[in-house]
């Protein structure tokens, strides 16, 4: 059973910056696509970028493109999202999710929520002058 755990989250200004981190313990995340999504009050869980275990391709979804970098380091066994120039809107719940991609990379290519096999508990964000 992988385990992720979110942390990094907090109360930012706007045009601030947040380092999110997502890692595992006794499962390695290398071969997991990891994905970021999103949740914010009242609005569905929606992604934000995900790095594949196979090609270690990247997909930004655009909402946030060119303002998150999502990347990973194995020795650390974590994912992380750089945050920039962040918005009011961009307050939510940040979760990090995982796909075995046995079928395929359904989840870094479609950002589908049912397709994740396991997911955090979320760390949250808020933007706030």
């Known amino acids: 059973q992988l385990q992720l755990v979110e942390s990094g989250g907090g109360l930012v200004q706007p045009g601030g910056s947040l380092s999110l981190s997502c890692a595992a313990s006794?499962?390695?995340?290398?071969?997991?696509?990891i994905a970021w999504f999103r949740q914010s009050p009242g609005l569905e869980r929606h992604g934000i970028a995900c790095?594949?275990?196979?090609?270690?391709?990247?997909h930004y979804a655009n909402s946030m493109k060119g303002r998150v970098t999502i990347s990973r380091d194995n020795a650390k066994n974590t994912v992380f999202l750089q945050m920039n120039n962040l918005k009011p809107e961009d307050t939510g719940t940040y979760y990090c999710?995982?796909?075995?991609?046995?079928?395929?990379?359904?989840?870094?290519?479609?950002?589908?929520?049912?397709?994740?096999?396991?997911w955090g508990k979320g760390t949250l964000v808020t933007v706030s002058a």
């Open positions: 790095i594949s275990s196979v090609m270690r391709s990247i």
């Open positions: 999710a995982a796909e075995t991609e046995r079928f395929g990379p359904r989840l870094c290519n479609t950002f589908g929520t049912a397709f994740a096999d396991y």
């Open positions: 006794e499962l390695s995340l290398e071969d997991y696509d």
